[in-house]
């Protein structure tokens, strides 16, 4: 499948709930699963492929062998600890901002089977779950960003561009190199 970026209006809608007991998403979750691995992210919502369905798929393993889905995922609860963490989104490529969220998050879903499943998540795991979540909502790391970080993404953004180009960067490097080695959401 293909990984929708930044700018293309279907980021910015909402997905609908999937109807597990008439609806069988086993194919869409292998396909996701499918894109997300070749991509090399941790996790991947339908709607970043354009499939206005309430499913996304994650693996935060470090070998890459524990793939999960989940269908209709809700946040029960959240801690009250906020953490500012680097994000990653394979829709927002060559950005790595900060973005608060909390740190502990309990999800509520179904898996692929339209069994219910439960997510006591944190550090990783949470970080990833709200933010597949908030592809779900049509809401991308740019629209949680502060302004200072938003203007940041934007300075990345353009300083890729210019390195894909082979031309010399306009201004020196900004502030808070983004950490290496980190996946896509
Ligand atoms: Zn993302």
């Known amino acids: 499948m293909r990984i929708l970026r930044q700018g293309e209006p279907q980021l910015k809608e909402r ?7 008439a609806e069988d998403v086993s194919g869409l979750v292998a ?18 492929c354009g499939v206005m369905k309430r499913v996304v798929v994650f693996d935060t393993s470090e070998e890459r062998n524990e793939l999960h889905a989940v269908v209709n995922p809700e946040v ?17 490529p060559d950005v790595r901002i900060f973005i608060e969220r909390p740190c502990h998050v309990h999800v509520r879903g179904e898996n692929a089977a339209g069994q219910p499943v439960e997510y006591e998540a944190d550090e990783l795991l949470a ?27 934007i300075r990345q953004q353009r300083e890729a561009a210019h390195a894909r180009a082979g031309l010399p960067l306009e201004e020196p490097k900004g502030f808070g190199e983004a950490a290496p080695g980190t996946r896509g959401l």
């Open 76 to 92: 029960v609860t959240v801690c009250d600890e906020i953490e500012a963490q680097e994000e990653g989104c394979l829709s927002v």
């Open 127 to 153: 970080r990833v779950l709200q933010h597949e979540i908030d592809h779900l909502d049509g809401i991308l790391i740019v629209d949680r960003a502060s302004k200072a970080e938003r203007r940041r993404a």
């Open 31 to 48: 396909d996701l699963a499918e894109t997300m691995y070749d991509a090399n992210g941790v996790g991947l919502a339908a709607t970043q």
């Open 15 to 21: 997905a609908r709930p999937v109807d597990s007991s």
